[in-house]
């Protein structure tokens, strides 16, 4: 990716009114948007040394979208509930490369 390119997805990424994540297809968690630490209860940073399976069993996230996502290589939407009590609509899209899962891009928005 480009300087440019990097520039760009931050902007998107940071300006974002839903809150996305972007997920490594081990689960691992790449960047998150900062609205998502209000959602999620927990900051951006403790959110990125983190991976979507712990998330979800820790219950901060319940499922988790990412992970229905590696699980099948296809687009999920489904109704997620958080551990600050709130509930989401969570979509989330693979991101192959020579088809090859390199990542999930996922974002939910307060319902």
Request: glycine share 6%.
């Amino acid at each position: 990716m480009s300087e440019h390119d990097a520039l760009i997805l931050k902007t998107i990424i940071d300006t974002a009114h839903d809150h996305f994540f972007i997920v490594a297809p081990d689960g691992r968690i790449r960047d998150v948007s900062p609205g998502a630490a209000a959602v999620y209860g927990m900051s951006r940073e403790a959110l990125c040394a983190t991976s979507v399976q712990r998330l979800e069993a820790d219950g901060v996230l319940t499922p988790s979208v990412s992970l229905e996502v590696i699980r099948t290589g296809r687009p999920v939407q489904l109704e997620q509930r958080t551990g600050t009590g709130r509930r989401v609509i969570a979509q989330a899209h693979p991101v192959f490369q020579d088809e090859r899962l390199v990542a999930v891009v996922s974002r939910s928005m307060d319902m």
